[in-house]
């Protein structure tokens, strides 16, 4: 493998390996191989050439179709700005478990985590609109699959979560087919708590699937 | 940006805020007041919920937990408590470790106590009845009950309560309880009649 090679291959190196971009590559190789060439006929060195050649080209972000120009601070802000939205209505809908000692953890935290997120979107609120603009290529097409992942990985961890409540506070009734028995309103709160905690993660699915939306909104310019 | 985004933001942080605030400074110590309260209420024989002691019915004084437990759910509970079953005579005893009088003092806890019989002995008297009342009804097959402290040793038969309520079962329900055992115990000269009637002073 020669050196423009070797510097196409470190290039791609973030992108997966598909028929897309492996034409791509070899589009880029043939031009900088044609770049090469023109540089000999001009009289430079080979070395020369190969080292002129390489200083040409230090990304290929713009090449890739699915690679978005976004305006970094831009996409934080909107971000967290839906992120701390989220986290205030989880946190005013836990409210109520302060009066249950075993989740009252879980109001704090979000309480907590609406305060910093709210903090951390003034900052990046005052970038935005000081001016300060900070390019970076985003790829959409990746985003969308982190988003698909992260859905199913929530949605699986929902289930097993409700199954597992269910095997603590009922199994052995159904085990044994005895009625399943609630004292009062105080352990009924007790057990739809234990069943109601866990949707609380939501906001991580909706933080990605934000995220992949906020790409396409923050988009500077297009590619042409 | 969406500045109705903002707004929303701000003005759910206020709810949040107003909400936390409220449930700090009202509703738990409201909360913990009346748990406070209902702890005290279980120490009076007039004010103690029927639920509290209700889940220790048993058809066996042998189910030495069970039995143990609910003497110590009863007024006059005190920690260093002990207690002695006698399986054969089915029987049980329980030993306080204060005289009568110190254990007495122990149930004073209600303003309910500023209402009805000042007499500490009529007070003792009336836990007494109470708690041999609960024993007999919630422990089936307990046929003897010794209450001992320092000072004083008191026994009652389950032959005597079965005379006096006619059938102790019909007391295992809360409106029962309140109207057949509690209510009738605010009333001084009842007590000191029935407590002559049922125990047998050592």
Do not use: C
């Not at chain 1, 906001?203 to 923050?218: D, M």
């Amino acid at each position: 493998m020669d050196k423009i090679e070797k510097h196409i291959e470190w290039l791609f190196k973030p992108y997966k390996k598909n028929k897309q971009i492996q034409e791509l590559k070899e589009e880029v190789y043939s031009n900088l191989l044609a770049r090469k060439e023109d540089l000999l006929l001009e009289g430079y060195s080979e070395e020369e050439a190969v080292k002129n050649t390489i200083a040409h080209i230090d990304s290929v972000d713009h090449l890739i179709e699915e690679n978005k120009k976004v305006d970094i601070n831009r996409f934080l802000a909107s971000l967290l700005q839906s992120m701390t939205l989220y986290s205030v209505i989880i946190w005013i809908l836990t409210l109520p478990l302060s009066l249950f000692p075993e989740h009252l953890l879980l109001s704090y935290f979000f309480m907590i985590l609406s305060i910093l997120l709210s903090i951390v979107y003034i900052v990046y609120l005052r970038k935005v609109n000081n001016g300060d603009i900070k390019i970076k290529y985003m790829n959409i097409k990746r985003t969308r699959e982190l988003k698909n992942i992260a859905w199913k990985i929530w949605v699986v961890f929902i289930i097993i979560s409700l199954l597992s409540v269910t095997g603590i506070y009922f199994a052995s009734n159904l085990w044994f087919s005895r009625p399943i028995s609630i004292s009062g309103p105080y352990q009924f709160a007790e057990i739809a708590l234990r069943y109601l905690t866990p949707f609380v993660t939501v906001i991580i699915p909706l933080t990605v699937n934000k995220a992949r939306n906020l790409i396409e909104e923050s988009e500077v310019e297009v590619y042409e | 940006m969406n500045k109705n985004k903002n707004m929303w933001i701000m003005v759910l942080l206020l709810i949040g805020f107003v909400g936390f605030i409220w449930i700090q400074l009202v509703v738990l110590p409201n909360k913990n007041q009346a748990e406070e309260r209902y702890a005290k209420e279980q120490l009076n024989p007039l004010t103690q919920d029927f639920n509290y002691i209700a889940k220790y019915e048993s058809d066996y004084l042998g189910d030495n937990s069970n039995t143990f437990n609910l003497f110590r759910s009863l007024p006059m509970t005190q920690d260093e408590m002990t207690f002695q079953l006698y399986p054969e005579e089915l029987g049980v005893e329980v030993h306080y470790p204060t005289t009568l009088s110190e254990s007495t003092h122990s149930t004073i806890t209600t303003d309910k106590d500023n209402e009805y019989g000042q007499d500490e002995v009529l007070i003792a008297y009336r836990t007494l009845l109470y708690n041999a009342t609960a024993g007999f009804a919630l422990i089936k097959n307990m046929d003897q009950l010794t209450l001992e402290f320092q000072d004083n040793v008191f026994e009652f038969k389950r032959s005597d309560f079965k005379s006096k309520y006619s059938n102790l079962d019909q007391l295992l329900d809360e409106n029962m309880w309140t109207q057949e055992v509690q209510q009738p115990l605010e009333d001084d000269q009842y007590v000191e009649e029935t407590f002559e009637e049922l125990a047998i002073i050592h």
